[in-house]
């Protein structure tokens, strides 16, 4: 968010404002996605380009590995690796529709470890 403060090139910004419809293959029913960040830049071009920013630990933007045994943990990462694709799924038709781009942040692009 300070990054987004600070920005020069970004207009506006607003966080969890937004409804993306989706259906979540853990349950089979319609749920609403709220990304965290809608995003309006500046482009050197002098255009405005909207952004869906969605933050998250880099270890959920990875399908998990297929264990030997299907422990608690791993089908609760299981389920939420379905979860996120569909949100993300939903999220990027949704941009494409608009001529946004949607991105996922990890850790690796705010330079945390």
């Known amino acids: ?9 970004v207009i ?15 349950d089979n029913r319609w749920h609403r996605y709220y990304p965290d960040f809608i995003v309006k830049v500046k482009k050197p071009d002098g255009l405005v380009q909207t952004m869906i920013l969605e933050v998250k630990p880099k270890k959920e933007t990875i399908e998990p590995k297929k264990k030997k045994k299907a422990t608690k943990q791993y089908i609760t990462e299981v389920m939420t690796w379905g979860k996120n694709q569909a949100k993300w799924k939903a999220a990027t ?8 781009i949607f991105k996922l942040i990890t850790e690796d692009h705010l330079g945390i470890k």
């Open 1 to 9: 968010m300070k990054y987004l403060d600070e920005n020069t090139a």
């Open 12 to 26: 506006e910004w607003s966080s969890e404002e937004l409804a993306i419809p989706y259906m979540c293959p853990t």
């Open 93 to 100: 038709e949704y941009c494409a529709d608009r001529s946004w």
